[in-house]
């Protein structure tokens, strides 16, 4: 009896001891395919990235996004894990192979041993490939060393450095997602055979482009800035958009998103503006209502009031919510009516078409091109451009500055690889329409979407006392900006290391 128990009980901690080893197997496999799967999918736009991608609302997640993450990442680290399993619990029928005295060795528990020391190693080996991937080690050490970058050069937007003029202009902010100068042709500074964005070259050409070079140009992306709620983040209050320790930070579980920091629609909130968010898809993906909400913005347009106001029908869902084509006809009808009122007007709007994988094909797209996001880049191009004439007939055009810029660069890091050279610095879009003020020096400028903030404000007439706002610079001054006086390499990485006051002041709002 003594000895059943013992054996037993043996048992019962090789099942415990298996059971522990299988699931550290499973998370270590699965961290390597993750992390390969992420790099592959998004490329590189940094571990910060990673962290609030998992740590905020995904509700909305885009279905294709998730099937091609089960394919690719979930599935294999099941599948090595039920192997593995199978194979230690199989229970072969093998002759004693050994007999030293009273010891006797069998190929059965031979066969475990092995399999537990080759899931020790996939363990180890998976996790330092997931964290090399993720490139973790680097993160850590950035954001662990202290910077002093804010408390140097952070300047706070007030009433006295902000000056609007007596005539306040309206403004409708065009956030392109994804759209990087990448896709003009190489003659016109992108990497492409063919330009597949002419509408949105041609604008740019006739407007006010700032650029790295004598032609059409675009913005390098810092640290921070390089996904969607981030790269807004960056446009309108001049800062990237950081995680508070190397953990995350759930912004979802916050009361608050920045609290302390004054972006463009405080700015504009304060000084009597009607503000309206408009976007395609569900605003409480990644809390960007909450972000919006808290900073001023009146009414956010999403998947639920498009619903309400008759654009889509009840249930309707393609791609992260509806198309940009009807998204530009929502934006027509709500334009007209916020026009009309006697208050000055801000209207945001967010694309969604051209976000990777590949883009979505609407019934307006056209089969020119050989790889399916350039065609749906070329469809979005031609969309922009339509809703700009319809603009420009509208009665309120005139007093209007219309500032169309790309989110971010392209996260689809699968067609980058295929289609742009590794030597190729991709920028983000920028034009400027029916500005108040004509640019100093636009050309051969190095700068950054935090300079989008102070510009912005500066194109609707505002005088922008010493031309800096948060880090960024009035880029219709002469003044350098901090890309061109420090270098662009030193701003990326002190901005991404460690900082005191931004954790108070931003993400604490504290005094």
């Known amino acids: 009896m003594k000895n059943n128990y013992s054996c037993k009980k043996m048992n019962i901690f090789k099942i415990i001891g298996w059971i522990f080893l299988t699931f550290l197997l499973f998370l270590c496999v699965l961290l390597f395919f993750s992390a390969t799967w992420y790099v592959t999918v998004y490329g590189n736009v940094g571990f910060e990235a990673v962290i609030y991608s998992m740590t905020n609302n995904l509700s909305s997640t885009e279905s294709g996004l998730i099937i091609s993450y089960v394919l690719k990442a979930a599935l294999p680290a099941v599948g090595i894990t039920a192997l593995l399993s199978f194979l230690f619990w199989y229970r072969p029928k093998f002759k004693r192979i050994l007999k030293i005295k009273k010891i006797k060795l069998t190929l059965w528990p031979l066969h475990r041993v092995l399999i537990v020391i080759l899931c020790l190693i996939i363990s180890v080996s998976s996790a330092w490939g997931g964290i090399s991937a993720f490139k973790i080690p680097q993160y850590v050490e950035t954001v662990t060393t202290p910077s002093s970058v804010f408390e140097e050069y952070y300047v706070e937007p007030t009433d006295e450095n902000v000056i609007f003029p007596e005539n306040k202009r309206n403004i409708i902010r065009i956030y392109l997602e994804s759209m990087e100068t990448t896709f003009f042709n190489k003659n016109k500074g992108g990497a492409l055979n063919e330009c597949a964005i002419p509408e949105l070259y041609n604008l740019a050409n006739h407007s006010v482009n700032f650029s790295q070079n004598s032609g059409i140009g675009g913005a390098l992306t810092t640290s921070g800035t390089g996904w969607t709620i981030a790269g807004i983040v960056a446009q309108t209050a001049g800062i990237p958009f950081k995680l508070e320790s190397p953990t995350g930070n759930d912004y979802s579980s916050y009361e608050k998103i920045l609290p302390g920091v004054t972006t463009l629609s405080d700015i504009l909130h304060k000084n009597g503006y009607y503000q309206a968010f408009m976007m395609g898809s569900n605003s409480a993906f990644a809390s960007r209502n909450k972000f919006l909400t808290q900073h001023g913005t009146d009414k956010i347009y999403d998947t639920s009031t498009a619903v309400k106001d008759g654009i889509i029908p009840k249930g309707y869902s393609a791609w992260w919510g509806f198309e940009d084509k009807y998204l530009f006809e929502y934006a027509k009808q709500e334009l007209l009516k916020i026009s009309s009122s006697d208050k000055p007007f801000s209207f945001s709007m967010l694309t969604a078409d051209t976000h ?41 055009y005139k007093n209007t500055v219309i500032v169309i810029t790309g989110d971010h660069c392209s996260m689809d890091g699968e067609y980058i690889k295929r289609n742009v050279s590794d030597s190729y610095t991709r920028r983000v879009y920028n034009c400027i329409i029916n500005s108040a003020v004509k640019a100093k020096h636009s050309k051969n400028r190095t700068f950054t979407t935090l300079d989008i903030f102070p510009t912005t404000l500066a194109a609707m007439g505002c005088t922008i006392v010493d031309d800096r706002l948060g880090l960024g610079t009035n880029l219709f001054s002469n003044r350098k900006t901090y890309s061109e006086k420090l270098s662009f390499e030193y701003l990326d990485s002190e901005t991404a290391k460690k900082s005191s006051y931004y954790n108070s002041k931003f993400i604490n709002g504290e005094k």
């Open 356 to 396: 990777h994988i590949g883009g979505y094909v609407c019934s307006e797209c056209k089969n020119k091109f050989k790889e399916q996001y350039e065609n749906v880049f070329a469809c979005s191009s031609k969309q922009v451009n339509s809703f700009i004439k319809w603009i420009k007939k509208q009665s309120f």
